[in-house]
Protein backbone atom coordinates (compact mmCIF):
# COMPACT_ATOMS: atom_id res chain seq x y z
CA UNK A 1 0.00 0.00 0.00
CA UNK A 2 1.20 3.62 -0.99
CA UNK A 3 -0.09 4.94 2.50
CA UNK A 4 1.02 3.49 6.14
CA UNK A 5 0.51 4.42 9.84
CA UNK A 6 3.37 7.51 9.72
CA UNK A 7 1.54 10.14 10.33
CA UNK A 8 0.66 12.51 7.00
CA UNK A 9 -0.12 16.56 6.53
CA UNK A 10 -1.64 16.24 3.02
CA UNK A 11 -4.37 14.28 1.71
CA UNK A 12 -3.71 11.01 -0.89
CA UNK A 13 -6.28 11.44 -3.26
CA UNK A 14 -8.30 14.51 -5.01
CA UNK A 15 -11.33 14.12 -7.54
CA UNK A 16 -10.32 17.12 -9.76
CA UNK A 17 -13.70 17.12 -11.37
CA UNK A 18 -15.10 17.11 -14.13
CA UNK A 19 -18.20 19.51 -12.63
CA UNK A 20 -21.36 17.43 -12.90
CA UNK A 21 -19.58 14.57 -13.73
CA UNK A 22 -20.57 12.21 -10.73
CA UNK A 23 -18.15 13.33 -8.35
CA UNK A 24 -20.55 13.93 -4.66
CA UNK A 25 -21.80 10.52 -5.44
CA UNK A 26 -17.71 8.92 -6.26
CA UNK A 27 -16.56 10.81 -2.97
CA UNK A 28 -19.59 10.10 -0.71
CA UNK A 29 -19.35 5.83 -1.58
CA UNK A 30 -15.92 6.24 -1.31
CA UNK A 31 -15.86 7.77 2.71
CA UNK A 32 -18.23 4.78 3.37
CA UNK A 33 -14.75 2.59 3.40
CA UNK A 34 -13.12 2.04 6.76
CA UNK A 35 -9.96 2.91 5.72
CA UNK A 36 -10.79 6.57 3.89
CA UNK A 37 -12.05 9.39 5.83
CA UNK A 38 -13.74 12.43 5.08
CA UNK A 39 -12.28 15.85 4.70
CA UNK A 40 -14.50 18.42 6.64
CA UNK A 41 -16.52 18.52 3.36
CA UNK A 42 -16.40 17.28 0.10
CA UNK A 43 -14.82 20.34 -1.69
CA UNK A 44 -12.81 22.37 -0.57
CA UNK A 45 -11.33 24.56 -3.43
CA UNK A 46 -8.21 25.36 -1.84
CA UNK A 47 -6.06 25.14 -4.99
CA UNK A 48 -8.79 27.14 -6.86
CA UNK A 49 -10.61 30.16 -4.71
CA UNK A 50 -8.39 30.09 -1.17
CA UNK A 51 -5.15 29.50 -1.98
CA UNK A 52 -4.46 32.28 -0.18
CA UNK A 53 -4.75 30.81 2.68
CA UNK A 54 -1.72 28.98 4.39
CA UNK A 55 -1.51 25.34 3.67
CA UNK A 56 -1.62 24.38 7.46
CA UNK A 57 -5.01 25.61 7.38
CA UNK A 58 -5.72 22.94 4.37
CA UNK A 59 -4.07 20.23 6.07
CA UNK A 60 -6.37 21.27 9.05
CA UNK A 61 -9.47 20.42 6.67
CA UNK A 62 -8.54 16.99 7.19
CA UNK A 63 -9.16 16.27 10.93
CA UNK A 64 -7.98 11.89 10.56
CA UNK A 65 -4.42 13.42 9.51
CA UNK A 66 -4.02 14.47 13.29
CA UNK A 67 -4.35 10.13 14.19
CA UNK A 68 -1.77 7.37 13.78
CA UNK A 69 -4.43 5.53 12.31
CA UNK A 70 -4.30 3.35 8.80
CA UNK A 71 -6.43 4.96 6.54
CA UNK A 72 -6.45 7.60 3.62
CA UNK A 73 -7.90 10.88 3.21
CA UNK A 74 -8.80 12.87 0.43
CA UNK A 75 -11.55 15.40 -1.08
CA UNK A 76 -13.33 16.37 -4.34
CA UNK A 77 -13.07 20.10 -5.93
CA UNK A 78 -14.28 19.64 -9.34
CA UNK A 79 -13.44 23.02 -10.35
CA UNK A 80 -9.59 21.65 -10.29
CA UNK A 81 -9.43 20.35 -13.03
CA UNK A 82 -10.31 23.65 -15.43
CA UNK A 83 -8.71 26.36 -13.11
CA UNK A 84 -5.51 27.05 -15.05
CA UNK A 85 -3.75 27.62 -11.86
CA UNK A 86 -4.80 24.84 -9.62
CA UNK A 87 -2.82 22.07 -11.59
CA UNK A 88 0.54 23.22 -10.77
CA UNK A 89 -0.35 24.36 -6.84
CA UNK A 90 -1.20 20.18 -6.63
CA UNK A 91 1.98 19.35 -8.46
CA UNK A 92 3.96 22.00 -5.90
CA UNK A 93 2.32 20.95 -2.65
CA UNK A 94 1.00 17.21 -2.95
CA UNK A 95 2.93 15.88 -5.60
CA UNK A 96 2.22 12.06 -4.74
CA UNK A 97 -1.33 12.55 -4.74
CA UNK A 98 -3.52 10.56 -6.92
CA UNK A 99 -6.20 12.43 -9.00
CA UNK A 100 -9.44 10.94 -10.00
CA UNK A 101 -11.35 12.10 -13.14
CA UNK A 102 -14.94 11.30 -14.33
CA UNK A 103 -15.51 11.98 -17.66
CA UNK A 104 -19.17 13.01 -18.99
CA UNK A 105 -20.64 12.80 -22.54
CA UNK A 106 -19.65 16.95 -22.87
CA UNK A 107 -23.15 17.73 -24.43
CA UNK A 108 -24.92 16.54 -21.25
CA UNK A 109 -22.57 17.90 -18.52
CA UNK A 110 -22.97 21.02 -20.33
CA UNK A 111 -26.63 21.18 -19.88
CA UNK A 112 -26.45 19.64 -16.41
CA UNK A 113 -24.18 22.74 -15.36
CA UNK A 114 -26.66 25.35 -17.17
CA UNK A 115 -29.55 24.01 -15.25
CA UNK A 116 -27.27 23.88 -12.30
CA UNK A 117 -26.67 27.56 -13.15
CA UNK A 118 -30.18 28.55 -13.50
CA UNK A 119 -30.95 26.84 -10.04
CA UNK A 120 -28.60 28.31 -7.74
CA UNK A 121 -26.81 31.37 -9.70
CA UNK A 122 -29.11 33.10 -11.45
CA UNK A 123 -28.57 32.05 -14.69
CA UNK A 124 -31.28 33.93 -17.00
CA UNK A 125 -30.81 33.34 -20.54
CA UNK A 126 -32.16 30.21 -22.34
CA UNK A 127 -29.02 27.55 -22.69
CA UNK A 128 -28.89 28.47 -26.02
CA UNK A 129 -28.25 32.15 -25.86
CA UNK A 130 -25.89 31.36 -22.59
CA UNK A 131 -23.93 28.98 -24.65
CA UNK A 132 -24.00 31.32 -27.71
CA UNK A 133 -22.68 34.46 -25.51
CA UNK A 134 -19.93 32.16 -23.56
CA UNK A 135 -17.08 33.27 -25.86
CA UNK A 136 -17.82 36.96 -24.59
CA UNK A 137 -18.71 36.20 -21.23
CA UNK A 138 -15.19 34.63 -20.97
CA UNK A 139 -13.02 36.93 -22.88
CA UNK A 140 -9.82 37.73 -21.12
CA UNK A 141 -10.46 35.98 -17.61
CA UNK A 142 -7.95 33.54 -18.63
CA UNK A 143 -5.46 36.11 -18.86
CA UNK A 144 -6.13 37.70 -15.38
CA UNK A 145 -5.39 34.55 -13.42
CA UNK A 146 -1.74 34.81 -15.05
CA UNK A 147 -1.64 38.56 -14.27
CA UNK A 148 -2.96 38.04 -10.44
CA UNK A 149 -2.42 34.78 -9.11
CA UNK A 150 -5.12 35.42 -6.65
CA UNK A 151 -8.25 36.65 -9.08
CA UNK A 152 -11.15 34.97 -8.81
CA UNK A 153 -13.63 34.52 -11.83
CA UNK A 154 -17.01 34.15 -11.50
CA UNK A 155 -17.87 33.88 -15.65
CA UNK A 156 -14.99 31.78 -15.81
CA UNK A 157 -15.82 29.31 -12.91
CA UNK A 158 -19.73 29.42 -13.70
CA UNK A 159 -20.83 29.98 -16.99
CA UNK A 160 -18.05 27.55 -18.95
CA UNK A 161 -20.58 25.05 -20.41
CA UNK A 162 -18.45 24.34 -23.16
CA UNK A 163 -15.09 25.10 -22.66
CA UNK A 164 -15.68 22.81 -19.55
CA UNK A 165 -16.02 20.12 -21.87
CA UNK A 166 -13.07 20.14 -24.29
CA UNK A 167 -11.30 17.90 -21.59
CA UNK A 168 -8.29 16.60 -23.74
CA UNK A 169 -6.93 20.64 -23.28
CA UNK A 170 -7.58 20.35 -19.98
CA UNK A 171 -5.97 16.44 -19.62
CA UNK A 172 -2.82 17.61 -21.16
CA UNK A 173 -1.83 19.49 -18.57
CA UNK A 174 -2.50 17.57 -16.03
CA UNK A 175 -0.29 14.67 -17.34
CA UNK A 176 2.25 16.83 -18.31
CA UNK A 177 2.37 17.45 -14.41
CA UNK A 178 1.52 13.49 -13.05
CA UNK A 179 2.90 10.09 -13.90
CA UNK A 180 0.32 8.47 -15.54
CA UNK A 181 0.07 6.11 -12.80
CA UNK A 182 -1.12 8.58 -10.55
CA UNK A 183 -4.04 9.62 -12.70
CA UNK A 184 -7.31 7.46 -12.87
CA UNK A 185 -9.84 8.21 -16.02
CA UNK A 186 -13.19 7.62 -15.45
CA UNK A 187 -16.26 7.20 -17.76
CA UNK A 188 -19.53 8.42 -16.05
CA UNK A 189 -22.21 6.72 -18.45
CA UNK A 190 -19.86 3.64 -17.69
CA UNK A 191 -18.63 4.20 -14.06
CA UNK A 192 -22.77 4.45 -12.97
CA UNK A 193 -23.46 1.64 -15.18
CA UNK A 194 -22.14 -1.02 -13.33
CA UNK A 195 -20.87 0.20 -9.98
CA UNK A 196 -19.51 -2.30 -8.35
CA UNK A 197 -17.21 -3.19 -10.80
CA UNK A 198 -16.58 0.76 -10.60
CA UNK A 199 -15.76 0.92 -7.11
CA UNK A 200 -13.52 -2.23 -7.50
CA UNK A 201 -11.12 0.00 -10.05
CA UNK A 202 -11.08 3.18 -7.97
CA UNK A 203 -10.22 0.81 -4.81
CA UNK A 204 -7.57 -1.04 -6.42
CA UNK A 205 -6.30 2.21 -7.72
CA UNK A 206 -6.19 3.89 -4.21
CA UNK A 207 -4.63 0.37 -2.88
CA UNK A 208 -7.65 -0.28 -0.48
CA UNK A 209 -9.36 -3.26 0.09
CA UNK A 210 -12.50 -3.82 -1.51
CA UNK A 211 -16.10 -2.57 0.19
CA UNK A 212 -19.35 -3.07 -0.17
CA UNK A 213 -20.74 -0.03 -0.89
CA UNK A 214 -24.02 1.47 -0.99
CA UNK A 215 -24.48 3.37 -3.56
CA UNK A 216 -26.73 5.69 -4.48
CA UNK A 217 -26.39 8.47 -7.07
CA UNK A 218 -26.45 11.99 -5.66
CA UNK A 219 -27.01 15.54 -7.07
CA UNK A 220 -29.30 14.04 -9.66
CA UNK A 221 -31.07 17.11 -11.48
CA UNK A 222 -34.50 16.95 -13.10
CA UNK A 223 -35.15 19.29 -15.87
CA UNK A 224 -36.48 19.05 -19.37
CA UNK A 225 -35.09 17.80 -22.44
CA UNK A 226 -32.42 19.50 -24.87
CA UNK A 227 -33.92 20.78 -28.28
CA UNK A 228 -32.58 18.12 -30.63
CA UNK A 229 -31.62 21.04 -32.89
CA UNK A 230 -29.03 22.39 -30.09
CA UNK A 231 -27.90 18.51 -29.66
CA UNK A 232 -27.27 18.40 -32.80
CA UNK A 233 -25.29 21.67 -32.98
CA UNK A 234 -23.43 20.55 -29.96
CA UNK A 235 -22.37 17.08 -31.69
CA UNK A 236 -20.93 19.04 -34.21
CA UNK A 237 -19.19 21.24 -31.92
CA UNK A 238 -17.60 18.58 -29.54
CA UNK A 239 -16.71 16.15 -31.98
CA UNK A 240 -13.43 17.02 -33.15
CA UNK A 241 -12.52 17.86 -29.52
CA UNK A 242 -13.94 14.52 -28.38
CA UNK A 243 -11.61 13.03 -31.32
CA UNK A 244 -8.78 14.26 -29.77
CA UNK A 245 -9.32 13.42 -26.54
CA UNK A 246 -9.78 9.80 -27.91
CA UNK A 247 -6.44 9.51 -29.86
CA UNK A 248 -4.88 10.93 -26.78
CA UNK A 249 -6.16 8.66 -24.55
CA UNK A 250 -6.44 5.67 -26.39
CA UNK A 251 -9.99 4.74 -26.15
CA UNK A 252 -13.37 6.01 -27.56
CA UNK A 253 -16.44 6.56 -25.31
CA UNK A 254 -19.87 5.96 -26.71
CA UNK A 255 -20.84 9.72 -26.38
CA UNK A 256 -23.77 10.41 -29.17
Not at 2 to 31: H, V
Not at 48 to 77: M, R, V
Not at 104 to 122: E, K, M, T
Not at 218 to 230: D, H, R, W
Amino acid sequence: MFWSKKKKKMPDFLIIGAQKSGTTSLYNYLIQHPNIYAAIQKEIHYFDSKFDKPKEWYGECFPSLKTDEEHITGEATPYYIFHPLAPIRIKKMIPKSKIIILLRNPIDRAFSHYHHAVRNLGETMTFENAIEKESERLRGELEKFYENPYYHSYNYQHFSYLKRGIYVDQLEVWYSLFPRKQILVLEYENFFGDLPASMGIVCEFLEVSMHSFECKPLNVGKYTKMAPETRVGLRAYFEPHNQRLYRYLGRTYNWK
